[in-house]
């Protein structure tokens, strides 16, 4: 990801519509899951800027969580923002034993460039303990790619029937699978190829600080949207929302 791009992250991540409605997603996911889990360990594999970290902490006291990021920046700016364990590492390669954690997190993390996905859902079985959950967030459908994926490295996009079976591949099974950000799915198309006709300097990503009145409309609604598709599963949408469980042997 181009380093402006984390201070972007950052800047925005507390009031953007579409991280509070990643955050909403993923407590309302794990909430489902973890249950009194009292002691249970938490990687958060890509834990970029610590947003996401820090909600866990928050609404999850019973649960251990270990922020783990590739990036020295991300990982300045999670201590920053939080107190907690944090080391730089790939998620292709975790420094961690067999059978390590009851829970893995990876939000928009298998998409870059320079992750091999095969590797990292291979590696997120060995160190989960049978029964354990890995919730994963990626980036939807190679249409949709535009500018905001060239500034953040993005090197793929996932259909959402291809990623069911890389995470069978990987020994996975796949208990929720649903896409989301489903009514700005149109739009946001129609902003990415606009915008590629567009000539640039360098690549930027979608993102910029807002707090007016749409960013709050659009956060309402993206709470209704992630209960209807974590209650129902939506099949379009920019993003693919999954929890696959390493099943006991």
């Known amino acids: 990801m181009e380093p402006n791009e984390y201070e972007v992250m950052r800047s925005v991540e507390d009031i953007h519509w579409w991280y509070r409605g990643l955050r909403f997603l993923l407590l309302n996911a794990l909430a489902r899951h973890a249950g009194a889990a009292t002691g249970a360990k938490l990687l958060d594999a890509g834990c970029g800027t610590g947003a996401n970290y820090e909600a866990i902490r928050r609404f999850f006291p019973q649960i251990k969580p270990v922020g783990m990021d590739i990036s020295p920046l991300a990982l300045q700016y999670s201590a920053a923002r939080v107190p907690g364990f944090f080391l730089q590492a790939s998620v292709e390669c975790l420094p961690f034993p067999e059978d390590t954690f009851e829970f893995i997190v990876s939000m928009d993390v298998l998409y870059h460039e320079r992750v091999d996905p095969a590797l990292a859902l291979r ?7 049978p029964g354990g959950a890995l919730l994963l967030n990626l980036p939807a459908f190679s249409w949709l790619s535009g500018e905001h994926d060239r500034a953040v490295h993005a090197g793929r996009r ?11 591949e990987a020994g996975f099974q796949v208990e929720t ?21 567009s000539n640039h300097d360098k690549p ?19 709470r209704i949207e992630v209960r209807l598709a974590l209650k129902f599963g939506l ?12 099943m006991p042997t």
């Open 123 to 129: 590696d997120f079985f060995r160190v989960l303990k």
């Open 158 to 168: 996932f259909h959402p029937d291809r990623l069911a079976d890389s995470l069978r």
């Open 177 to 197: 699978m649903t896409c989301w950000n489903s009514l700005l799915l149109l739009p946001i198309w129609l902003w990415r190829r606009l915008d590629a006709w």
């Open 204 to 222: 930027h990503s979608d993102l910029t600080p807002d707090n007016s009145w749409v960013n709050q409309i659009l956060a309402w609604w993206i």
């Open 235 to 246: 099949p379009l949408g920019v993003s693919v929302f999954t929890v696959a469980r390493k």
